[in-house]
């Protein structure tokens, strides 16, 4: 028994140098919380040389202009442009009827392009929507250039409505920076099919700043390489946008408003009648791993493509925009004058016109079912301030057949809504006039001034409502070696451990099971060690 | 006596087989962050900067880079670099411990994981210098005080710019040596 006690002692005195060690150290774990450059492109391939053309030979001084001449010879263009959202900034749910669209939903970032249009228009593919009254079937109002410029020359900027420089201007005001007008004549000459810095001078920059608003479009999709986007790599198979979104008719496939959250069937070779061209399975199919991963290509009954095949979106240091804190606006400096803040990484946080952002690159994606239908609460929609407010609802779920687990970016947001009437509410932001919120920083007036152009009614009380806008992320395709390893998602704190609805090895235990497991493993070592007992005691009787 | 050793053998054993599980936590923390990389990497590069005694940025590195260059995507990792020439300076004029020079500069690791949230890594300074004598112990254990300071952060504060330019370190790429600072 001493012994024993010695024998305990001893390594007791051992452990006790291993005890006195770890207290020179900290603990591992503790808390701090204490706390658009024109692409290189290819020769054109087109039949046509539109320099040899003398209706293009002119001195064009207006956009218009261009766009009659353009129609000599593309009668059907604009008609067909006149059809798209693109133009009408307007689309409905072909299975709810609802009206989207920008003309028609408050989002989080920039809220309404209503009463606003003189700025936002820069982005519309068309000339002098300025207010209400703007023509939408004036032929020679659509914007051909914006898409069809090959010389990175053509530039609208805020506050002309859509048209391009005429004049050599000063952008932004009081910069020292100068923005020489378009050359109509040279550009109109030089018109070819849509490139990334086409579709990306709108679509990188959506939201007021590069990358703000999709997080997985932005301007390093210019010349990206291939561990950004293994299908756009400037080096390897170099698409353009609309190598995915097919165009027919001047209609742009693949919108979020009408996505194809679950394509199933094999790869739908271009040309075949297709209603999602942009989807992965269009090219890949709905078995796109070799044939002897049988287990990966089951995968696709369930989960989306970019679920494991984009790892992380704003795979960059531009970032994108996690939240937009419009309460925050109209808040001044020490001075009592309007200031602007950075973020540590030189992205916009603070503006005393716009409130206040956070920002983040390489962005994990918030996962959820999608089916590619989403309710969109649109202007003059009734609220409930007491809980969050969903832009878009999306839909989906585990028990249909529609539904993919798709990653998503959610941006979340603060912004100002009736306390009376329960909606959100329109602002006048933009413009040197009175009542324009980054002019004379004041929420009444702009709010008024929105609200009368949208024509909706206002009790004059106002506060902030947070809500939640999300996007299916789709671009920045990682290679096939950056995708998801299997423990990233079964384990029990990975990546879908949110995901409700579907069985999932490593993340999911039955406790019968798991019990009855281990009650075997013990049984057994028992077992193990009664027949070693046995054993010994056997040999030694028989020594 | 036999088993007064046969004891004190096991006790060694056991501190060996726990030492060997635990060494690699005594040596470096993980602790969690609760900015992003980008402010916490200009939180912590502030913090080096006005804690005085001698410390100075001497680089920021970004090994995702070499990676991606390499082929590969990683998760952003944000390496900073900076020294006091009033901690290296005794350990470098030692010829006995000049080899510690191979710790210099003092490196704070901040990245994301795939949880997203964002982590700082460091070594245990303090820990590590008791094992290099005296001299080294007490160097390091004013390093690993001025560490603490380095991880304390004001969120009251608003985030102060990254500084990407730093002597020797480069501009957040996978540049070459670090010579400010030391």
Redesign the interface.
């Given at each position: 028994m001493l012994?024993g006690k010695?024998?305990?002692?001893?390594?007791?005195?051992?452990?006790a140098?291993?005890t006195t060690?770890?207290t020179?150290?900290?603990?591992?774990?503790?808390?701090?919380?204490?706390?658009a450059t024109p692409l290189t492109r290819q020769k054109s391939a087109s039949t046509a040389d539109h320099s040899k053309f003398k209706e293009l030979d002119q001195a064009f001084k207006t956009g218009p202009e261009v766009t009659v001449a353009c129609l000599i010879c593309h009668t059907e263009a604009a008609k067909q442009v006149q059809h798209t959202k693109h133009w009408t900034w307007e689309s409905v749910d072909p299975k709810t009827g609802q009206k989207r669209g920008k003309k028609n939903i408050i989002n989080n970032y920039c809220t309404s392009p209503v009463s606003n249009e003189k700025d936002c228009m820069a982005c519309h593919a068309g000339y002098g929507w300025q207010d209400s009254s703007f023509d939408f079937t004036i032929e020679k109002n659509v914007d051909c250039l914006v898409c069809h410029d090959t010389t990175a020359t053509y530039r609208k900027l805020p506050g002309d409505a859509g048209h391009p420089i005429y004049e050599r201007r000063e952008f932004p005001p009081k910069s020292g920076k100068f923005v020489d007008p378009a050359d109509l004549k040279k550009i109109a000459q030089n018109i070819g099919k849509p490139s990334r810095s086409n579709c990306g001078s709108c679509h990188f920059f959506g939201a007021g700043a590069n990358g703000a608003k999709h997080g997985d479009l932005d301007s390093s999709l210019q010349h990206p390489?291939k561990?950004l986007d293994v299908h756009m790599d400037e080096k390897g198979l170099n698409f353009d946008c609309t190598t995915c979104h097919a165009t027919s008719s001047h209609e742009v496939s693949g919108s979020r408003y009408n996505m194809a959250a679950a394509t199933k069937g094999p790869a739908h070779i271009r040309g075949n009648p297709d209603s999602s061209p942009a989807a992965c399975q269009s090219c890949h199919g709905n078995k796109p791993h070799p044939q002897h991963m049988t287990k990966l290509n089951q995968h696709t009954a369930k989960i989306a493509c970019q679920t494991c095949h984009i790892?992380?979106y704003a795979?960059n240091d531009i970032g994108t925009e996690l939240s937009w804190d419009w309460s925050k606006a109209t808040r001044m400096g020490e001075d009592g004058k309007p200031f602007v803040?950075?973020?540590?990484?030189?992205r916009r946080?603070f503006d005393s016109k716009k409130g206040e952002w956070v920002?983040?690159?390489?962005?994990?994606p918030e996962y959820r079912w999608l089916n590619g239908v989403s309710t969109y609460t649109v202007i003059g929609d009734k609220i409930d301030p007491g809980k969050t407010v969903q832009i878009n609802e999306v839909g989906g779920s585990p028990n249909d057949p529609d539904s993919r687990i798709w990653p998503t970016k959610v941006h979340r947001g603060k912004q100002p809504y009736d306390t009376v009437n329960n909606t959100l509410t329109v602002q006048h932001t933009a413009g040197e006039d009175d009542t324009a919120l980054w002019h004379n920083y004041d929420w009444q007036k702009a709010i008024r001034a929105g609200m009368k152009a949208a024509n909706l009614p206002y009790s004059g009380n106002f506060d902030f409502v947070s809500t939640e806008l999300t996007w299916p992320v789709t671009h920045m395709v990682?290679p096939k070696?950056?995708a998801l390893s299997c423990a990233?998602c079964h384990s029990k704190?990975g990546?879908l451990k949110d995901i409700q609805g579907v069985y999932m090895p490593s993340r999911d235990a039955n406790k019968l099971l798991d019990t009855a497991g281990w009650a075997l493993a013990l049984l057994t070592l028992i077992g193990v060690l009664i027949h070693a007992g046995i054993r010994i005691l056997t040999s030694k009787k028989a020594g | 006596m036999l088993?007064?050793i046969?004891?004190?053998i096991?006790?060694?054993l056991?501190?060996a087989v726990?030492?060997y599980n635990?060494m690699g936590?005594?040596?470096?923390?993980?602790?969690?962050?609760?900015f992003?990389?980008?402010?916490t990497?200009?939180?912590i590069q502030q913090n080096i900067q006005s804690t005085g005694n001698g410390w100075a940025l001497s680089g920021l590195r970004n090994p995702g880079k070499a990676v991606?260059a390499d082929?590969?995507?990683t998760?952003?990792v944000m390496m900073i670099e900076a020294c006091s020439t009033r901690y290296s300076g005794p350990i470098l004029k030692d010829d006995s411990v000049r080899f510690l020079s191979i710790l210099m500069p003092c490196k704070i690791s901040v990245y994301?994981k795939?949880?997203?949230a964002t982590y700082?890594g460091m070594m245990?300074a303090?820990?590590m210098g008791?094992m290099f004598g005296p001299m080294v112990g007490e160097t390091m254990g004013h390093v690993a005080e001025d560490q603490e300071k380095f991880?304390?952060?004001?969120?009251s504060k608003?985030?102060?710019?990254?500084i990407k330019a730093t002597p020797g370190g480069g501009a957040g790429d996978s540049g070459s040596g670090a010579a400010g600072g030391c």
């Open positions: 012994s010695i024998i305990l002692l001893s390594a007791l005195v051992s452990c140098m291993l060690m770890s020179f150290s900290a603990p591992a774990q503790s808390d701090a919380m204490s706390a390489n561990y790892p992380e795979r803040r950075k973020d540590s990484a030189g946080a920002w983040d690159s390489y962005v994990i990682a070696e950056d990233q704190n990546r | 088993k007064v046969g004891g004190f096991a006790g060694m056991v501190v726990l030492g635990f936590s005594l040596m470096f923390r993980e602790i969690p962050s609760p992003g990389v980008e402010e990497v200009a939180r991606e082929g590969g995507n998760l952003p994301k795939n949880d997203g700082i245990n303090g820990l008791r991880v304390q952060f004001d969120a608003p985030a102060p710019a990254m």
